[in-house]
């Protein structure tokens, strides 16, 4: 299927070099492209993706990034961006570029739904351009040309049918189309009515037979209705007759829409020829709605994988925080798994890891994910990654994980990774990132361990990136003496005997040979014959990396016991501080009440006393003044004295109802609590601390938490 110029565009600047072109990791690869094909809402974009690589271009990389970031961002914040399916003009763009070719009614809607879509992006963007700087970039030197669409819509309506207003010619024609179906119809009215009349009609009525309109008679009645006869039921029952009336009027009919369609015929080439002097324009818009679709898929996978754009160096390096394998990461979710995330820094004097752990322990899946992140990445897809990692640049992947063996040449697994190795030991440099499966085995254990080492020290002296997966021993020795590479291993819990899949990187792992076979149900006696036959060193060696990951656990469980204890003793410490400030607040509170309320006692007295000077001085007779304001002060003493008596017997009532053996009580005038040890009547007797005394229980008050809900229940009471 043709395509214009700018269909791909978009597409890497510069490819990466991927040795060997089929592997494990491509595969898992073009399933991430499957996964955003499925996202697309168009054939044009699912068929780039299809065929789109990683690519090496610092510049350009990062340009497809930060797009489909901000496409993450605008289908996540709900933005009323077009997502629904277009159409792909690759045949009606193909057309264009032929003189005179004329495009269907279909092809013109087509374009028009085109149109109408680039129309929204274009006022989408119009005032949204400073929210999405770089998708708008898409439309940088492009202008939507709203005549092309007004052009369709004079010609005809969006169901595609072509408007009378189109040409003079053709509102003639569709005038005296219908009247003449107007006269035809009263003509079929009046024979039905004749039909029936006599009894003629069959069941159906009325139908078409090659391409007439015809009346459903009784076969018997055929030669006593005057018309032309269509066709006969199978049955044989039923004639379908043209009424002779009507012959005339269907033939001019007939005519009339010939003459309707050679004339919409003419005014789509006129069309097309208008269309055709905006082929490019068209094309463009095309190309901008493939590019947004293909960006909106990237966007739309990125948000179900819930990745994030890292930091992206122009220079070679891997720094990834808390990175998951997408594919399983997707899988997990939906059995309701968790997925174990991982760390790792490559760069410097650190540029090639060797992993070592054992089998099923996760090695593998470190690697592929470390792969299958920077061929996404490089192919403009968010990575399952912490937002702060930091991705280097490289432009050559060399892969080698699983079964290389090739039935084509006639190669052993381990001839064919050796034709591998060749490659990656002349193909490697300092962009060069190598990812090996299972290194050096395939042959005799000692000699293809000494080849691992001798091909992993050449790939160190070039500087190249990479990551092995390894059990051999002298693989993990290099890497512990050799500048530029480190080991690492998969953590594996020796209490439970099962792995942990998390990733430790800076000691070897032991690759519990002896343990895993215990577990597999293996004889003792064969295990034991086993450790006889190891050399005393490398079973030594094999114990050591036992004893440190079992010592590993144990101070991972004590530090996680450590930590449950700082976070308890943070949270009392916290609630001692607020307390305290609570505490503070409190006495600041009283304080302020007892001013305010001697302030207003002073006031009361001071407006008293001067209402005293006044009746004083006015008053001749001062005995009598003296005695109001002695008989005042005397209703006041009674007064509060009734009120302190009230105020005392509620709470001799209430003290009663609450004070019992073990309640936590305070003397009046005190502030100290300490607990009932009994009572008898009205007397109690307290314990503060180890001091006994005995208190009246008006002299009582009961502390206020342990009363409240005393006091609730005797208001409910």
């Given at each position: 299927?043709?395509?214009?110029?700018?269909?791909?565009?978009?597409?890497?600047l510069?490819?990466?070099?991927?040795?060997?072109?089929q592997?494990?990791l491509?595969?898992?690869?073009?399933?991430?492209?499957?996964?955003?094909?499925?996202?697309c809402?168009?054939?044009?974009?699912?068929?780039?993706?299809?065929?789109?690589?990683?690519g090496?271009?610092f510049?350009?990389?990062?340009?497809?990034l930060?797009?489909?970031?901000?496409?993450?961002?605008?289908?996540?914040?709900?933005?009323?961006?077009?997502?629904?399916?277009?159409?792909?003009?690759?045949?009606?763009?193909?057309?264009l570029?032929?003189?005179?070719?004329?495009?269907?009614?279909?092809?013109?809607?087509?374009?028009?739904?085109?149109?109408?879509?680039?129309?929204?992006?274009?006022?989408?963007?119009?005032?949204?351009?400073?929210?999405?700087?770089?998708?708008?970039?898409?439309?940088?030197?492009?202008?939507?040309?709203?005549?092309?669409?007004?052009?369709?819509?004079?010609?005809?309506?969006?169901?595609g049918?072509?408007?009378?207003?189109?040409?003079s010619?053709?509102?003639?024609i569709?005038?005296?189309?219908?009247?003449?179906?107007?006269?035809?119809?009263?003509?079929?009215?009046?024979?039905?009515?004749?039909?029936?009349k006599?009894?003629?009609?069959?069941?159906?009525?009325?139908?078409?037979?090659?391409?007439r309109?015809?009346?459903?008679?009784?076969?018997?009645?055929?030669?006593?209705?005057?018309?032309?006869?269509?066709?006969?039921?199978?049955?044989?029952?039923?004639?379908?007759?043209?009424p002779?009336?009507?012959?005339?009027?269907?033939?001019?009919?007939?005519?009339l829409?010939?003459?309707?369609?050679?004339?919409?015929?003419?005014?789509?080439?006129?069309?097309?020829?208008?269309?055709?002097?905006?082929?490019?324009?068209?094309?463009?818009?095309?190309?901008?709605?493939?590019?947004?679709?293909?960006?909106?898929?990237?966007?739309?996978?990125?948000?179900?994988?819930?990745a994030?754009?890292?930091?992206?160096?122009?220079?070679?390096?891997?720094?990834?925080?808390?990175?998951?394998?997408?594919?399983?990461?997707?899988?997990?979710?939906?059995?309701?798994?968790?997925?174990?995330?991982?760390?790792?820094?490559?760069?410097?004097?650190?540029?090639?890891?060797?992993?070592?752990?054992?089998?099923?322990?996760?090695?593998?899946?470190c690697?592929?994910?470390?792969?299958?992140?920077?061929?996404?990445?490089?192919?403009?897809?968010?990575?399952?990654?912490?937002?702060?990692?930091?991705?280097?640049?490289?432009?050559?992947?060399l892969?080698?994980?699983?079964?290389?063996?090739?039935?084509?040449?006639?190669?052993?697994?381990?001839?064919?990774?050796?034709?591998?190795?060749?490659?990656?030991?002349?193909?490697?440099?300092?962009r060069?990132?190598?990812?090996?499966?299972?290194?050096?085995?395939?042959?005799?254990?000692?000699?293809?361990?000494?080849?691992?080492?001798?091909?992993?020290?050449?790939?160190?002296?070039?500087?190249?990136?990479?990551?092995?997966?390894?059990?051999?021993?002298?693989?993990?020795?290099?890497?512990?003496?050799?500048?530029?590479?480190?080991?690492?291993?998969?953590?594996?819990?020796?209490?439970?005997?099962?792995?942990?899949?998390?990733?430790?990187?800076?000691?070897?792992?032991?690759?519990?040979?002896?343990?895993?076979?215990?577990?597999?149900?293996?004889?003792?006696?064969?295990?034991?014959?086993?450790r006889?036959?190891?050399?005393?060193n490398?079973?030594?060696?094999?114990?050591?990396?036992?004893?440190?990951?079992?010592?590993?656990?144990?101070?991972?469980?004590?530090?996680?016991?450590?930590?449950?204890?700082?976070?308890?003793?943070?949270?009392?410490?916290?609630?001692?501080?607020?307390?305290?400030?609570?505490?503070?607040?409190?006495?600041?509170?009283?304080?302020?009440?007892?001013?305010?309320?001697?302030?207003?006692?002073?006031?009361?007295?001071?407006?008293?006393?001067?209402?005293?000077?006044?009746?004083?001085?006015?008053?001749?007779?001062?005995?009598?003044?003296?005695?109001?304001?002695?008989?005042?002060?005397?209703?006041?003493?009674?007064?509060?004295?009734?009120?302190?008596?009230?105020?005392?017997?509620?709470?001799?009532?209430?003290?009663?109802?609450?004070?019992?053996?073990?309640?936590?009580?305070?003397?009046?005038?005190?502030?100290?609590?300490?607990?009932?040890?009994?009572?008898?009547?009205?007397?109690?007797?307290?314990?503060?601390?180890?001091?006994?005394?005995?208190?009246?229980?008006?002299?009582?008050?009961?502390?206020?938490?342990?009363?409240?809900?005393?006091?609730?229940?005797k208001?409910?009471?």
């Amino acid at each position: 299927m043709g395509c214009p110029r700018t269909f791909l565009r978009g597409l890497p600047l510069r490819r990466m070099e991927i040795f060997p072109g089929q592997s494990l990791l491509l595969d898992e690869f073009g399933k991430i492209r499957q996964l955003a094909v499925a996202e697309c809402c168009g054939r044009p974009a699912a068929e780039v993706i299809e065929q789109e690589m990683p690519g090496s271009d610092f510049v350009d990389v990062l340009g497809r990034l930060e797009q489909t970031d901000e496409m993450r961002k605008l289908i996540a914040d709900s933005q009323p961006f077009p997502s629904d399916a277009y159409p792909d003009l690759r045949d009606c763009l193909k057309l264009l570029r032929v003189r005179n070719a004329m495009l269907s009614v279909g092809q013109v809607l087509e374009i028009r739904r085109i149109l109408e879509r680039t129309a929204v992006i274009h006022a989408f963007f119009k005032t949204r351009a400073e929210l999405y700087p770089l998708l708008a970039s898409v439309l940088s030197g492009s202008r939507y040309d709203a005549d092309l669409l007004s052009s369709i819509d004079v010609v005809m309506d969006e169901v595609g049918v072509v408007r009378s207003s189109a040409s003079s010619e053709l509102a003639s024609i569709r005038k005296q189309l219908g009247r003449k179906r107007a006269e035809v119809e009263q003509i079929y009215q009046s024979a039905l009515s004749r039909y029936r009349k006599s009894g003629w009609l069959s069941d159906a009525q009325e139908s078409w037979r090659n391409g007439r309109r015809v009346v459903s008679i009784q076969a018997e009645q055929k030669r006593t209705a005057k018309g032309i006869i269509h066709d006969i039921s199978a049955t044989g029952k039923t004639c379908f007759i043209e009424p002779e009336e009507a012959i005339p009027y269907n033939n001019l009919i007939q005519s009339l829409e010939e003459e309707e369609r050679q004339e919409i015929l003419r005014i789509l080439r006129a069309l097309s020829d208008q269309l055709r002097n905006h082929h490019e324009a068209i094309s463009l818009y095309f190309d901008q709605n493939v590019r947004f679709d293909r960006i909106a898929a990237k966007a739309r996978l990125a948000l179900k994988m819930r990745a994030s754009l890292p930091f992206v160096e122009p220079i070679p390096m891997v720094h990834l925080i808390d990175a998951s394998h997408p594919l399983l990461f997707l899988k997990n979710i939906q059995s309701g798994k968790k997925t174990v995330p991982f760390s790792l820094d490559l760069g410097g004097d650190s540029r090639i890891l060797v992993i070592s752990g054992p089998n099923a322990g996760g090695k593998t899946v470190c690697l592929k994910t470390v792969g299958l992140l920077q061929l996404m990445l490089q192919a403009g897809y968010l990575v399952t990654a912490d937002g702060n990692s930091r991705f280097g640049l490289f432009s050559h992947l060399l892969v080698d994980i699983g079964d290389s063996q090739s039935l084509e040449f006639e190669l052993s697994t381990y001839s064919s990774r050796l034709r591998h190795m060749k490659e990656f030991v002349s193909r490697s440099g300092e962009r060069t990132l190598f990812l090996i499966d299972e290194f050096g085995t395939g042959t005799d254990p000692a000699l293809g361990g000494a080849l691992a080492e001798a091909i992993l020290e050449e790939l160190n002296y070039k500087r190249s990136f990479g990551i092995i997966t390894t059990h051999y021993m002298n693989l993990k020795v290099l890497a512990d003496r050799t500048k530029g590479i480190i080991n690492g291993s998969m953590a594996f819990d020796a209490r439970r005997l099962e792995p942990m899949y998390k990733l430790e990187v800076g000691k070897p792992g032991s690759s519990y040979t002896f343990v895993v076979a215990e577990r597999s149900g293996l004889p003792h006696s064969v295990i034991n014959k086993a450790r006889k036959k190891v050399k005393k060193n490398t079973l030594l060696l094999e114990e050591l990396l036992n004893k440190l990951e079992r010592e590993k656990s144990e101070v991972a469980r004590l530090l996680e016991v450590n930590r449950n204890q700082e976070k308890r003793l943070q949270e009392l410490v916290g609630r001692y501080e607020r307390n305290v400030v609570k505490q503070e607040q409190r006495e600041v509170q009283d304080t302020e009440r007892v001013r305010q309320k001697e302030l207003r006692l002073s006031r009361q007295l001071e407006d008293r006393f001067q209402r005293f000077v006044k009746d004083w001085k006015e008053s001749r007779d001062k005995k009598a003044v003296l005695h109001k304001y002695t008989r005042k002060l005397d209703e006041r003493k009674n007064e509060l004295s009734a009120k302190e008596q009230i105020k005392q017997e509620e709470l001799v009532s209430f003290n009663r109802l609450n004070i019992r053996k073990g309640v936590s009580v305070r003397l009046k005038n005190g502030k100290v609590y300490g607990q009932v040890d009994s009572r008898r009547g009205d007397r109690v007797i307290v314990l503060f601390g180890n001091v006994k005394t005995t208190a009246d229980i008006k002299d009582l008050v009961v502390q206020e938490e342990k009363a409240a809900p005393e006091k609730q229940r005797k208001s409910q009471a």
